[in-house]
């Protein structure tokens, strides 16, 4: 089959390519590289299976092009990253509503079955975990810039849905939680890779508020194999699927566990939110997916322990070295816990 992936050369991107090229499938990546990077996907240069377009997923010429030459679609370009998106809320706003819409528009024209990629911010603030797809959402007030990204991921799913019920378009949308693993950068706030990078140069491991707050990290190979069996299952269709993993770590927690497995000299300190963020930022306290629906389906568990996957992150950034620096904001009051 011809996939079509948007975003293919970011960090989940440029996994999925690379999955679906050594299963025999062809892959044509459109991304316009504003987080995405050349070198996420120099490995699959060679493959003459493979196509970097490095294009807008809004230019509609291209698209309606590329769309009508795949088989596929899987979705994936998008504003991601908290601290870009409480940044750039218009470029968040923009990408993922307009980006989105042209993609479902073109892939309707050619009537091709589309894969979308949502989010956990879509539950927002509710306190119920596990979050299963059905439960409602809890979004903030619209002036936390943080909460338009997951009201633009919101409408992409009422949109991608509306064109399955009305028009049959074949579409799957699947909600990520917090998705780890080599090739992910933290320059826009994950922080997984923040910890690692801030470990291994010595400088502090900021844990933004009391760090009790807590996080389940899937292993981006383990999401890999959940996005592919639903692109091949047609019971995946017109429907929501979580994909993520289980087990708990509050983040100090975390910062205690890369700092030891780096064999680091940083302190690590608790940075207030609205020194880290913005103003009124709100965090979630809690975020755990039900994975029931998508294990009944295709019988999908992660199996990729934490521990294996910062090995692997703290493994890489010593092959790739640390440039590509995260912008710290000036921090006024430093507490250290460690
Ligand atoms: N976080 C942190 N220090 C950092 C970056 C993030 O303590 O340098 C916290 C952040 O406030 C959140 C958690 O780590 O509570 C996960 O953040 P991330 O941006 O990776 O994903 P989120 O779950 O917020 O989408």
Redesign the pocket.
Known sequence: MKFLITGGAGFIGSHLSEDLLGSGHSVVAIDDLSTGRMQNVHALSHNNKFQLVVESITNATVMDRLVSECDIIVHLAAAV???LIVRSPVHTIETNVMGTENVLRTARRYRKKILIAS???IYGKLGNVPFNEDDDSLIGATTHHRWAYATSKMLDEFLALAYHKEMGLPVVIFRL??T?GPRQR?R?????P??VR?ALSGSD?????D?N???CFCDVRDVIPAITALAESSKAEGRVFNIGAKDEIT??D??RKVKNMCDSQSSIIL?P?EQ??EQG?E??RR?IPDTSRINELIGWNPSITLDDTIADIIQQFKEDGLSDP?TERPIVERVVVD
């Not at 826009?188 to 997984?192: A, E, I, K, Q, R």
């Not at 491991?205 to 508020?209: C, E, P, S």
């Open positions: 990253g908290v601290e989010t956990s911010e939680f917090n780890i933290g826009y706030g994950m922080v997984v923040r910890f801030q491991i900021t844990v933004y508020g760090g707050q807590s996080r983040i100090i975390l910062a940075v939110y880290a963020t930022f965090d979630m975020r995260i």
